[in-house]
Nanobody
């Protein structure tokens, strides 16, 4: 069992940077791949980025490549999403999720555990 808690979301202006954190407790977090997803109002939840259990492999959706960076601190049981050059279309609730013994996972059904989400709002 893994409990995930996101933090760091807030209102920012276009072009700003923001770092989201996903803190885990419970089972050995290092055994899990972690993904970030987002859901804008009235839209389906979409994949943003994923990092494998070792932290050596990452994958991004095209719309955030070059702007977002996912990383993990295994010792602190935390995964980060550094978001630079934010755009209004990045506005959404951001969720982190954990998938047991996965390398990279991009689909929601591959993840067993989810956080409650953190709101990111980017004003133009």
């Amino acid at each position: 069992q893994v409990h995930l808690e996101e933090s760091g979301g807030r209102l920012v202006q276009a072009g700003d940077s923001l770092r989201l954190s996903c803190a885990a407790s419970g089972s050995t977090f290092s055994n899990y791949a972690v993904g970030w997803f987002r859901q804008a109002l009235g839209k389906e939840r979409e994949f943003v980025a994923s990092i494998d259990w070792s932290g050596g492999g990452t994958y991004y959706t095209d719309s955030v490549k070059g702007r977002f960076t996912i990383s993990r601190d295994i010792g602190k049981n935390t995964v980060f999403l550094q978001m630079n050059s934010l755009k209004p279309e990045d506005t959404a609730v951001y969720y982190c999720a954990a998938a047991y013994q996965k390398t990279i996972a991009v689909r929601t059904f591959e993840y067993e555990y989810w956080g409650q989400g953190t709101q990111v709002t980017v004003s133009s």
